[in-house]
């Protein structure tokens, strides 16, 4: 369980103690979560020692998910990304190396589903370490700081996609999504932009955006016991066909679980993610139940 991002100054003072350095506000907020969305890799390349630093930053058993660039996603809406992606790849994102977690590719509301154009963008997103630090080796110019590609040990890559077109609540998406093993991001976003549950690859990426508020209104005791459940059900291997699926149940395997709480406006992430941590946990412990649900 975790936030996207950790670098908000609503937080300073009130989630984060006063006086806290900002240079340890992402060690500080590690010690009580045990996952973080990079976003700031949406916005602009970041560099090596800016990675480097997050990995030496927080605990060995830490994870990251990194945010794709929106110039991949939004400008370039998925065509012609070739080198972009390489610079990606090459800008520092593996100097996160076993803390390295999914990549989040999350498309603008306008962008509709299409299969031939997600289907070639699939097939170009590496699915190791090794490939990514491969497709790195072809960036351009574009990217100012030196390529970081150095891969000590090869480890499996994965994706999630965030889509925010109604087209994509179709039984023809979700296929495509497992066929080429992406996860189809559960986001509950106040109905705004389509809430989809179900499961396309061996792990589940859950974005809370705010159920009552975008990004503002934080979750009642119930709404986050409601989650710790789904969090189990997906991570013991239940697929439950809800209003919420459009497709058939994905094949019964235990899956791991990230959940990112991106309702920062008014401090309520970090408490959110605290608390579903600790009701997930709960759980976990109790007597008889030895496969209690895990997320990130």
Known sequence: MGTSGWLYPPWRGAFYPKGLAQRRELEYLSRQVNSVEINGSFYSLQRPERYRGWFEQ??????????????????????????????????????LEHKLGPVL????????????????????????????????????????????LRVPRDRPLRHALEVRHPSF????????????????????????WPHL???????????????????????????????????RSWHEGRTPRTEHTVAAPADRKARDVFVYFDNDMKVKAPGDAIALAGKTRAREASPGDSNGGRGR
């Open 58 to 95: 927080t605990p060995d058993d830490f994870c990251f998910s990194v945010k794709g660039g929106r110039f991949i996603t939004h400008m370039k809406q998925l065509r012609d990304v070739e080198s972009a992606l390489a610079n990606f790849f090459a800008s520092g994102v593996l100097a």
């Open 105 to 148: 590719w999350q498309l603008p509301p306008r962008l509709r589903f299409d299969p031939h154009r997600l289907a070639s963008f699939f097939e170009l997103l590496p699915r190791g370490t090794a490939e990514a630090a491969e497709l790195g080796r072809r960036h351009d110019d574009k990217l100012k700081s030196d390529p970081y």
């Open 169 to 192: 609540a179709d039984a023809e998406a979700v296929e495509l999504l497992r066929e080429h093993d992406i996860a189809l991001v559960v986001a509950d976003t106040a109905d705004t």
């Open 197 to 231: 549950e179900d499961l396309t690859s061996d792990f589940v990426y859950v974005r809370l955006h705010g159920d009552q508020e975008l990004y503002a209104s934080g979750y009642t005791d119930t709404a986050l016991d409601d989650w710790a459940s789904k969090v």
